[in-house]
């Protein structure tokens, strides 16, 4: 490759390059910073993430009208990529602001931690450009070692060790049977990138049953990434062993990462198979929202009850793929989930940030039963929280609802009226356990421990504040949303 | 920006602006709390009122009309559309003036977090107002949905014993029925291409039968849950008992009122054939609704959920007017559910009052109280004889004009071909007679039984001001309703064409 296409390539995806380069400098840099202010890690990390956003933001136009494509074909970045850019660094700019507190108060704090936490942005950065299944596998494994050993970054304590272990072995196992349907891919139409899949199907050289079992797997392969039923196993124990503030980013990153490898494969290298994958899909789906709300109204742990519910949103966001073979609303379906993947970013990071202010030393403020007067003792979380509930839920005026109505009209469009009424009865039930973590803050009385510090409570009430204003004035993210897969396909 | 200071939208937000001064409030300003609340309630009435000045009773059509484009995405065409016509004029009324009533209610009642219910309840004022102006369906949605949330913290905070069980059957419950109405909104939304109800009153009518009668199921059962009609209303009662006199006042003064009124604008209008077919099977469910009601009312010893039962019963005279679908039976039933609104929520405050003297709303610890708080009996009389529909008090027109539509339900144009159904909901009003005068009885008649209350004080001058303006209209609409009726005829005249007219073309 001659070094004037490498200059070129890196320019396209130089919000990647920023931030996996700060990342690296950041290693050496923390050195250099004494142990007790580490709190000036955090921040360059966090001004780097800015920075790339600030790059992104500015060629926002540029991507959606001119996608560029880099490194010969290999990652694209158009306005969907730049639409996801945003958010995941806006997610990592959250859990940054999350978890500088947090780790202080856990005795959890190390320099890594931040850098770490960069890595795996790059790497979900790089998934929403991947326009070759070799890309995605990359991408996939940037994103998820870093998580691996952040899981575990509560190193003494067993649950946190067993979630890194855990999530590790069944992450790899996952990564494997990616790769393999990569493979077979391959052995398939006789190439990996996304445009050539498409071009072997359409000239009819493709082996169609090959295809069919690679792209099997390689949905299965991101299905454990997205934590969708049956690939969900993993998620409650990761997500309660985990230290909070890393669960709170792998509920929204990693889980958006692995939908937009979904969403682009899918749309445009599988719309051929979609008369045998629709039905799996609108299966995995309904069972996906079923099992995650039924099993959510068990829970008394509150980090297992937003793991639940994750997989529950999961569920949803996957339904907005079921009519993705129908080219008059395959647009629709990646628009759609893009905008309810922004009303999920806020909405659960509006929960976490409360979850993490409420947790104490050894997992203690976990239970329900500790959020008993929260809402008369802190006004503001308590009304945080219940924004949050009522968001997932999907009452208006939240960004869920305005999220759900986009994914559930998608759905309807598609003709799925069937999978369309098992969301909403089972968006129903949900709104049981949800309320109960209202009733429990509103309705008995007493004495919730919260530590309140100034960073995490201002997040905290700006993204509920946000939830009920932008579901509001929601036409601007709508449009956003609309233009950003114009030049997708 | 002219529409921020049209008048209907002033009528709806402006309690938000009580909401802000509230927030800055500590919350030990327990009074401060009351009286911006007051205040701000007052004004979102006069607003109303000023409203009603501008109203052209004339016209059928909507009026005062805001239609401006909100989401226009995805093929969607959602507007921030709001009108207000012969349907819901009278509505916005009742609402505007049950909010400032109840929230003298609350006055001594209410003593705990006084500033938070004060903010819950001008929130819950926006989402009322909001579903009667609101004339785009993802509009009305959010304001149907919303009003919710208010209700569910003012019965789960406030509230009596099992107050929290009964706040979380009460959003489920009621959410259960909302989620079918949305799938129906959506499918008419994609459909039509369009939310706005002008236009769909002009478009979905012409939908093909079966999906027209699965829309219209879809609608009904949010609105039916809501009404409530048998056998849905098993949430009622629990909410009821468990909610704070201001919050069972408006629960069933207005809350109920959103479910007649979905049937009415959405049912009626947007699928007058499925309403022609199903409306005998309504009636029944109506009728059922009426006699049961009217029996479980009696043999309750609760006072308060003898009233509530005693709202199953006329709620269905409300739905059984609706569905003979001709001009009396749809003018009497609107006019019924203004009058529930005002003798039941009277009840409601009536049995707020004892409840916050005694602390206990059993019958059995009740007799000879008219003695003991002459003004209070007068005033419960009164009250109870307009909710039995006495001839004179306005409960008598509202039944009589539902009862006549029953009756001409047969009559072309009409639906349901057998005056029995009339004849079966006339029992339900000698029924309501029995029931409310063995109440009064039981309360007010008879020898002081309980030591206790020989020393009950009667009506202080804030409780005279909150019943008395409930008990002009009682006596207004009993004597004189063609006002009303004059606010209503030409849009229901227009409403019951446009049901002919389905009737006449046949099911699409």
């Not at chain 2, 065409?77 to 819901?88: E, K, P, R």
């Not at chain 2, 959010?142 to 107050?163: A, H, S």
């Amino acid at each position: 490759m001659s070094l004037n296409i490498l200059f070129t390539s890196a320019n396209a995806i130089l919000p990647i390059v920023i931030v996996i380069t700060w990342a690296t400098v950041l290693l050496v840099v923390d050195v250099f910073i004494p142990k007790d202010r580490k709190g000036l890690t955090a921040l360059l990390a966090g001004l780097g993430l800015l920075f790339a956003m600030v790059v992104t933001i500015l060629r926002l136009n540029a991507s959606v009208t001119q996608p560029a494509s880099a490194f010969n074909g290999m990652v694209v970045v158009d306005g969907f990529a730049s639409f996801l850019f945003v958010l995941f660094l806006l997610s990592g700019l959250l859990a940054i602001i999350l978890s500088f507190d947090y780790l202080k108060r856990t005795g959890l704090e190390h320099g890594e931690y931040y850098v770490l936490l960069m890595f795996s942005i790059s790497g979900m950065m790089l998934m929403a450009t991947a326009a070759d299944l070799i890309v995605v596998f990359l991408a996939l494994e940037l994103l998820s070692i870093p998580l691996y050993v952040l899981a575990g970054f509560a190193v003494p304590r067993p649950e946190s060790e067993e979630a890194s272990l855990k999530y590790f072995l069944l992450g790899s196992f996952s990564t494997g049977i990616f790769v393999y349907g990569i493979a077979l891919v391959y052995g398939a139409t006789g190439t990996t990138s996304i445009s050539g899949i498409v071009a072997a199907v359409n000239s009819g050289s493709a082996q169609q049953v090959l295809l069919l079992i690679g792209a099997a797997m390689t949905m299965i392969g991101l299905g454990f990434k997205v934590a969708i039923v049956p690939f969900h196993m993993w998620t409650p124990d990761v997500y309660q062993g985990a230290p909070s503030s890393v669960t709170a980013f792998m509920a929204v990153g990693a889980k958006a990462a692995g939908f937009a490898a979904l969403l682009r494969i899918f749309i445009l290298a599988y719309p051929s198979l979609s008369v045998n994958l629709t039905p799996v899909l609108w299966a995995l789906s309904a069972i996906t929202m079923i099992l995650g709300n039924f099993v959510a109204i068990a829970q008394t742990n509150i980090k297992r009850l937003l793991a639940y519910s994750s997989i529950a949103q999961a569920g949803y966001i996957f339904m907005a793929m079921v009519p993705y073979g129908d080219p008059q609303v395959s647009a629709q379906c990646v628009s759609s989930a893009l905008f309810y993947l922004v009303a999920y970013t806020f909405t659960s990071y509006t929960a976490w940030a409360v979850v993490i202010m409420l947790e104490q030393a050894e997992g203690r403020g976990l239970n329900l039963d500790d959020y008993a007067g929260l809402g008369r003792k802190y006004p503001l979380l308590g009304f945080a929280m219940t924004v949050a509930m009522l968001s997932f839920i999907g009452v208006p005026p939240t960004l869920g609802f305005v999220g759900k109505f986009y994914l559930f009209s998608t759905v309807l469009e598609g003709g799925f009226n069937g999978l369309a009424l098992i969301g909403l009865l089972t968006s129903l039930v949900s709104a049981y356990y949800y309320l109960r973590v209202v009733v429990i803050m509103y309705m008995r009385t007493g004495e919730p421990v919260v530590s309140r510090e100034r960073w995490v409570y201002y997040a905290t009430v700006v993204t509920a504040v946000a939830t009920v204003v932008l579901s509001i004035f929601s036409s601007p993210l709508f449009n956003w949303a609309e233009q950003a897969v114009l030049k997708m396909f | 920006m002219n529409y921020l200071l049209h008048p209907l939208t002033l009528v709806t937000f402006f309690p938000l602006v009580g909401v802000l001064i509230l927030l800055f409030l500590k919350e030990e300003q327990r009074t401060a709390a009351r009286w911006v609340a007051l205040v701000t309630s007052l004004i979102t009435f006069g607003i109303a009122l000023a409203v009603l000045v501008q109203f052209d009773p004339q016209n059928p059509d909507l009026q005062m009309l805001i239609n401006i484009p909100w989401i226009q995405v995805a093929g969607w065409n959602i507007t921030y559309a709001m009108g207000v016509d012969g349907l819901s004029i009278l509505l916005l009324l009742l609402t505007a003036l049950l909010t400032p009533i109840s929230i003298l209610s609350t006055w001594t009642a209410v003593q705990d977090r006084v500033k938070d219910f004060m903010i819950f309840f001008l929130l819950l004022e926006v989402g009322m107002v909001g579903v009667f102006l609101a004339q785009d369906l993802f509009l009305f949605y959010i304001f149907w949905e919303f009003t919710l949330v208010p209700m569910y913290f003012l019965i789960g905070i406030w509230g009596g014993g099992r107050r929290m069980y009964a706040a979380v059957k009460f959003f489920l419950y009621t959410m259960a029925g909302s989620v079918l109405m949305l799938l129906a909104i959506l499918w008419l939304g994609i459909n039509q291409g369009t939310f706005y109800v002008p236009d769909l009153m002009v478009t979905a009518p012409n939908i093909v039968a079966n999906i027209q009668i699965w829309l219209f199921i879809a609608f009904a059962a949010a609105f039916a849950i809501k009404v409530p009609m048998w056998p849905l209303h098993s949430w009622l009662p629990d909410a009821h008992v468990e909610a704070p006199t201001a919050g069972s006042v408006i629960l069933a003064g207005v809350l109920l009122k959103m479910g007649s009124y979905g049937f009415l604008r959405f049912n009626l209008g947007f699928f007058p054939a499925a309403s022609l077919k199903l409306a005998p099977w309504l009636a029944i469910l109506a009728v059922i609704g009426i006699i049961y009601g009217a029996m479980v009312s009696y043999a309750q010893k609760d006072l308060k959920k003898l009233v509530a039962f005693s709202s199953v019963s006329h709620m269905g005279f409300v739905i059984f007017g609706l569905f003979a679908l001709n001009l009396q039976g749809i003018q009497g039933s609107i006019l019924q559910m203004v009058n529930h609104g005002i003798s039941t929520g009277a009840l409601f405050l009536i049995v707020g009052i004892i409840y916050e003297r005694r602390h206990t709303r059993e019958l059995d610890q009740f007799g000879g109280l008219w003695k003991i708080m002459p003004i209070y009996g007068v005033l419960t009389l009164i009250v109870t004889l307009s909710s039995m529909g006495l001839p004179g008090l306005n409960g008598f027109v509202g039944e009589f004009t539902i009862l006549l539509g029953g009756w001409g339900a047969g009559q072309p144009g009409g639906s349901y071909g057998s005056v029995w159904y009339t004849a079966i909901a006339a029992i339900g009003v000698i029924l309501a007679a029995v029931y409310l005068l063995y109440m009064f009885q039981k309360v007010f008649l008879g020898p002081v039984t309980h030591e206790e209350n020989k020393s009950l004080k009667d009506l202080n001058w804030r409780e005279i001001v909150m019943l008395v303006p409930l008990l002009i209209l009682i006596f207004w609409i009993g004597l004189y309703p063609q006002p009303f009726f004059n606010l209503m005829g030409p849009t229901v005249e227009k409403l019951v064409a446009h049901l002919q007219a389905a009737a006449v073309a046949g099911l699409p």
